[in-house]
């Protein structure tokens, strides 16, 4: 068993600072034991990993990196709220905005670019629902935006591989 925190860095990955809201709202809001986060952008450093329409200017392995990014995203502004990844005990429901090209219909393999890595980080605890929906235009003209839905607890969670 190994803490989520731990199969992070593992993977070579770290959470990036929270991206600044780019409008009125919060990057998350907990509510008991839920947090709920706003959409995320796949921002890096401030700029987005790409730009445009899925099946058009973003090729479809990008788009997946992109969902990858804005999870991370996600994650983050959870920790910025609870203080700790370790304390997720289940990732409940991600939802991923796609933005479109005119017969674009491979959103889900999309979505499985944040998918996978909430499994990989999570475990069994990262399996979720999900929703990956078609849009015609994102913020900033992004190709993907992401939502999270996730328990937490007040202390670590160990989950199994």
């Known amino acids: 068993m190994t803490l989520p925190s731990r199969r ?19 990057p998350a809001v907990r509510f008991e034991d839920v947090v709920y986060t706003a959409g995320q952008l796949p921002l890096v450093d401030g700029t987005l990993r790409a730009v445009g329409k899925v099946g058009a200017d973003v090729s479809v392995d990008e788009a997946v990196d992109c969902a990858r990014i804005a999870a991370l995203n996600a994650l983050a502004a959870v920790v910025d709220l609870t203080g700790d990844l370790d ?16 017969g674009f219909t491979d959103q889900p393999l999309v979505a499985n670019g944040a998918s996978r890595l909430l499994a990989d980080i ?4 990262g399996r979720h629902a999900r929703s990956a929906v078609g849009v015609a235009v994102l913020p900033l003209d992004a190709p993907v935006e992401l939502e999270l839905l996730v328990s937490v607890g007040s202390t670590p969670t160990i989950v199994p591989l």
């Open 122 to 125: 999570f475990g069994d605890a």
């Open 87 to 102: 304390v997720i005990r289940r990732i409940i429901k991600v939802v991923v905005y796609v933005a479109s090209a005119s």
């Open 8 to 26: 992070l860095a593992d993977l070579g990955l770290s959470l990036p600072p929270v991206p600044a809201p780019v409008a009125a709202y919060v």
